[in-house]
């Protein structure tokens, strides 16, 4: 994953291939990369919430370094801009644990991706990523995501759950997952899922008085409950459920 | 309080109500039997307004509005509540958010104020009550995870909340062992046995009849009601079959 690079990424690269290249040239050289480090035997969280303006164009990358027997949680929402793109370049050492709850909600021409390169260097770790995207008018999504299990990294457990919603035929989700493992004793679970608001429910809940707006919003906020769930901070939790409902109510 | 004439319609190309006419007025109780592929549930559905329904001819006319010409929601706050043989689960929703999203939208429309969370609390207890459906029930996920039975008790439990005038019952009874069909049957006299309101029953057999009698009897066969009495019919039907009493 390049942070920084001088010169501007083109479709040919895998990281960038569904990206929107013009937004980012706007934007260009992006921030360097936040570096974030976990002491042996810390916890430790952070979450972003990435609501740039609608015409603007937002790159976040995090280098992430989980000493032995630490663990850090990652909360995120990534919801404005014409691109937004948030990348977790992950180090995991002996024992410890990384774990990204994210959600994408976009509509418009927006492009909105969550990229993540989670590296086990050492035996005993695990990590997880939950994503949940919704999808509207002409948006895509995109979550790349590829695990690196090292030959000592004995007994990895590494999962990736995603799942996308489209609310139109005109918006896009794209799930990518790239394992590369070097190491026998291992469990790495993908699953990636992509679909449409159930029809059976929402007759059912028109059948009970429901207008299409209450019924779509009340189907999506359970499709992305969850992913806040275990925020520590409640005035964050809070902050990030307010957000993402309030994007949902603009797509339905 | 319903009146259809002459309904029309087809599901995939293929005409299923044939010139269906039935009138039901306040106070009454209509029953509707027929044999498998007769348009029971069809019947049901387009009343409903369940997409892909379409409607070829023919009226629906509900408390003197055009009922085919509301969206599905728009009839559910008009007053009709429609009850599924297959009740639908709704991962992640829970029933008292739903029922309380669904009778506030329907307050909504009618221009009625919306009950607080206490009132509508002390409401749901009240109807889970009738049906003896436990209120924990009501914290879980629609349907999700709930027995034949359960679900079709929670149906009546919404309809208990929501307070229809007039409630078309898609085989309720289906999946009901005898003691649940008693409770199912009282909720519903409970609940729609009033002089404004009104029920449609759609059903394969007499017993639910045994609990919520019948003011009227059809017999629905080939897209249309054939033959229409009081609650001897439906006894004439268990007895002798439809092939038999059709014929005669």
């Not at chain 1, 026998?184 to 993908?190: L, M, Q, R, S």
């Not at chain 1, 209450?214 to 409950?225: D, P, R, S």
């Not at chain 2, 006319?61 to 689960?89: N, S």
């Not at chain 2, 009738?130 to 919404?158: I, T, W």
Request: proline fraction near 3%.
């Amino acid at each position: 994953m390049m942070a920084n690079a001088l010169t501007l990424p083109t479709r040919k690269d895998e990281a960038w291939r569904y990206s929107d290249l013009h937004a980012l040239a706007t934007i260009w050289p992006v921030p360097a990369a936040r570096r974030i480090g976990v002491a042996a035997g810390e916890r430790a969280h952070d979450h972003l919430l990435q609501d740039a303006a609608d015409d603007g164009a937002a790159v976040h990358d995090y280098v992430i370094d989980i000493a032995d027997g630490a663990r850090f949680d990652f909360h995120l929402l990534n919801i404005g801009g014409k691109l937004g793109r948030v990348t977790f370049d992950v180090r995991l050492g002996k024992g410890s644990h990384f774990e990204l709850s994210g959600a994408i909600i976009g509509g418009g021409d927006q492009t909105l991706e969550i990229v993540t390169k989670v590296t086990h260097a050492q035996p005993d770790a695990t990590s997880g990523q939950t994503v949940r995207s919704i999808l509207g008018g002409r948006a895509t999504g995109s979550y790349l995501g590829s695990i690196n299990v090292a030959r000592d990294a004995q007994r990895t457990d590494a999962f990736q759950s995603i799942k996308a919603m489209l609310l139109d035929r005109t918006a896009t989700a794209n799930a990518k997952p790239e394992l590369e493992i070097y190491a026998d004793d291992v469990k790495c679970a993908h699953g990636a899922t992509v679909g449409e608001l159930d029809r059976q429910a929402l007759f059912y809940m028109a059948s009970r008085g429901m207008d299409p707006a209450t019924a779509k919003t009340l189907l999506l906020k359970a499709f992305v409950a969850g992913v806040f769930d275990d925020v520590s901070d409640e005035a964050v939790k809070d902050r990030l459920e307010a957000a993402a409902i309030a994007k949902l109510e603009t797509l339905v | 309080m319903l009146t259809i004439d002459n309904l029309s319609n087809e599901i995939d190309g293929k005409a299923i109500l044939k010139g269906l006419s039935l009138t039901i007025n306040a106070g009454e109780i209509h029953a509707i039997m027929g044999p498998n592929g007769a348009g029971k549930s069809t019947l049901a559905y387009t009343l409903g307004g369940r997409p892909g329904y379409a409607v070829t001819g023919g009226s629906a006319t509900f408390e003197g509005a055009d009922l085919l010409d509301m969206e599905p929601h728009e009839r559910a706050a008009a007053g009709l509540f429609l009850g599924f043989q297959y009740p639908v689960e709704i991962p992640g929703v829970s029933n008292l958010q739903f029922l309380r999203e669904s009778l506030n939208s329907q307050k909504r429309a009618r221009g009625e104020a919306e009950l607080n969370g206490g009132e509508f609390i002390r409401l749901a207890k009240e109807k889970a009550g009738l049906l003896d459906l436990d209120m924990d029930m009501l914290k879980r996920p629609v349907n999700v995870g709930f027995s034949g039975g359960e679900k079709k008790r929670a149906e009546m439990v919404q309809m208990g909340i929501l307070d229809p005038t007039l409630a078309i019952l898609d085989e309720t009874d289906s999946g009901l062992d005898i003691d649940a069909l008693k409770i199912v049957g009282s909720g519903i006299n409970a609940i729609m046995r009033k002089p404004d309101k009104a029920v449609l029953l759609i059903t394969h057999y007499q017993r639910l009849l045994d609990y919520v009698k019948p003011d009227f009897v059809h017999v629905l066969a080939g897209g249309r009601i054939v033959k229409s009495g009081g609650p001897e019919l439906a006894l004439e039907l268990e007895r002798e079959g439809y092939g038999e009493v059709l014929a005669a």
